[in-house]
């Protein structure tokens, strides 16, 4: 076969997939539009309470199963403490406002930098471990954190907790109403989507990636793979906080157990039930497991056995998850690509 033969099969090739990639991404925009306009859309039809109040809580474990995801999904890191900057986040935003009267706008971020900080100062010594003695250590760091809000009674009341945390307020704006709070959790969601995204299609997010496939070489090719992993347990943390501010305010009243060893549970069988490492994973993991308790509250004695029961059998028909080994895919479709052009 001539050379101007090949280049005319190999310039087919190329412009029926460029057509191809073309329609899958104005697909997938379009799909993506019509989908926010459904969510913009949902205050506004004829909908109970509840359901505005499921999705809500839905949003919120979007929030922190996406922060978690990054932790645990990308960078291959077990974290059994993620409701510790859950917690931290909820009190610094509660206490905030009680105390010093101060806007969602100062009191979110706020909350969020100090779960950040807390992440910094127990990430520098324990990401030097790994496997099941980081998740030993991130678990000891929930219950510390449970235990001092359950005994520090001048500050955080201990088990009585802290009621009549108001209603956050946006400038002048005061959020009352559930159409007010979901669409303040909706903003948040895709603030934290668009960072997660962009974070993970950065060459940090290569970096994290690359520390979980093989840590030893990652750092062979100069990666620094402690800062890697701090950086990547600041962040998740950073966001957990954010989504405890938001919890705060939204139920009015906070105690220590709302932040028990349990909740990171449910946020890591998010992660797993959805695919670790996958963006649409994670957010599918959160709705399922918010919104299937709820589905199966007529069942009552038994809904909590039948979802335990889902969860296994889902781990051993499809340890992936739901929507993981979406990026092996890719991956592998990119190397038949490059092999067939070289």
Sequence with gaps: MSSSVIKAVFSKTDAALKARLI???????????????????????????????MIIMAGLYIILTLSLNLITGYTGQLSLGHAAF???????????????????????????LVAAAAALMLGIPALKLQGAYLAIVTLGF?????????????????????????????????????????????????????????IINSRIGRGFIAIREDELAAEAMGINTHCYKILSFTIA??????????????????????????????????????????IPGAILGAIVLVVSPELLRFLQDYRMVIYGGVLIV????????????????????????????G
């Design 23 to 53: 329609k899958y991404i104005s697909t997938r925009r379009l799909l993506l539009v019509v989908l926010l306009l459904v969510l913009i859309g949902v205050p506004l039809m004829p909908v109970s309470s509840f359901v505005v109040r």
């Design 86 to 112: 859950y917690a931290i986040g909820a009190y610094t935003s509660a206490l905030l406002s009680l105390r010093s009267g101060l806007s969602f706008l100062v009191t979110a971020p706020v909350a969020a």
């Design 314 to 341: 889902m781990m051993l028909l499809r340890p992936q998850g739901l929507l993981g080994g979406q990026n092996k895919i890719k991956a592998k479709v990119v190397r038949e690509d490059e092999a067939i052009r």
């Design 237 to 278: 943390a950073f966001f957990a906080g954010l989504a405890g501010s938001y919890y705060a305010h939204f139920v009015t009243y906070i105690d220590p157990q709302s932040f028990t060893f349990e909740e990171s549970i449910q946020m890591l069988s998010m992660v797993v039930l959805g695919g670790m490492g996958s």
């Design 142 to 198: 929930n219950e510390i954190v449970r235990i001092v809000a359950l005994n520090w009674m001048s500050l955080t009341r201990g088990p009585m907790g802290l009621p009549g945390i108001p209603n956050p307020r946006i400038l002048s704006y005061t959020i009352r109403s559930s159409r007010d709070y979901y669409y303040l959790i909706l903003g948040l969601v895709l603030i934290t989507i668009i960072v997660m995204y962009r």
